[in-house]
């Protein structure tokens, strides 16, 4: 389904429009219970619901998905799941709110929930020529109001990123406590592929022990060296300055809290920056990611993220 906002627009403009997508994504053969699998099913028209003729079960196509429960218009929901998809940056929950004319904690929570539904499972190991780096997530000291300034200097107090990517290929990206060895070395070995051809770093000492199952080969930033042969980090160092444009620029300040969420959506959206059909295959994960709750997700943070 190659999509663009017109076509959305003229093509999804109503409820009953949107639902009969959603079911053909969920049940491509065929109406089944989601309870016994039966295929001897009825239809409640006016609840948008199925009655299972074999076990009684009464079911719709939102139910147990991240849509269930939700009182928001589905066309709505498809614009907000296109809007983000296709916004590099990506694109806020006050800049959803003034799109969709809707409330700013319906927009916070409706990104949130499409977020959840994006996250990386089960993604395989990276191969090729690899690219592993880290970066740090935080605005600086001085710019912060003298109430909120906390004395730490340099990269203190500050969200710590670590990613890897495959040259012409997928990003893995994810939020850390520490640089330790320990912590770097599980990383890169949770995604990276011992096959690989070559595994590039700085000279950040936490990559050390790289050498012992990659071919690990380095460049050393602080004396000016960045290109080595086939050896720097310059992919990696693109997605970093993608992701703090898209922070600084689209968001202004994300909290520690769901910044993992954040850093899912910008791999999400760079892994499928050449998927002619994004849209739909963002509506299946979204068909198959369970409900997820406000209370859930307001407890993680007394305040809310951008």
């Known amino acids: 389904m190659d999509m663009n906002l017109l076509t959305l627009a003229r093509t999804f403009d109503s409820d009953n429009k949107c639902r009969e997508l959603l079911e053909q994504l969920q049940w491509p053969d065929g109406v089944r219970c989601t309870r016994c699998n039966s295929e001897k099913i009825s239809r409640i028209e006016k609840r948008n619901q199925y009655d299972c003729d074999s076990c009684r079960y009464q079911f719709s196509v939102t139910a147990g998905t991240i849509f269930h429960d939700s009182h928001l218009p589905l066309w709505k929901w498809f614009a907000a799941v296109y809007l983000m998809c296709e916004s590099k940056k990506g694109m806020s929950a006050m800049q959803i709110k003034r799109t969709l004319g809707i409330g700013y904690k319906t927009a ?55 990613g890897a990517v495959e040259r012409g290929g997928a990003v893995r990206a994810k939020v850390i406590q520490n640089t330790d060895t320990r912590t770097l070395d599980r990383f890169v070995h949770e995604a990276v592929s011992q096959r690989v051809s070559l595994v590039s770093t700085d000279e950040h000492s936490g990559y050390r022990l790289l050498g012992k199952d990659y071919n690990h080969g380095t460049v050393n930033h602080g004396k000016g060296e960045y290109v080595v042969g086939a050896i720097h980090t310059n992919t990696i160092e693109s997605f970093w300055s993608l992701l703090k444009r898209g922070i600084v620029g689209s968001y202004h300040k994300v909290s520690k809290e769901h910044l993992p969420a954040y850093v899912s959506e910008f791999e999400f959206r760079f892994n499928n920056r050449k998927n002619p059909h994004l849209f739909r295959d963002t509506l299946k994960r979204l068909l198959s990611t369970e409900p997820l709750p406000f209370e859930k997700l307001a407890k993680r943070s007394a305040s809310r993220a951008a």
């Open 108 to 162: 916070w929570y409706l990104c949130h929930r499409i977020r959840a539904a994006i996250q990386a499972v089960g993604e395989p190991q990276l191969s090729g020529e690899v690219e592993v780096d880290e970066t740090f997530i935080g605005g600086k000291e001085a710019n912060r109001h003298k109430r909120q300034r906390t004395g730490l200097t340099g990269t203190a107090g500050k969200a710590i990123v670590i």
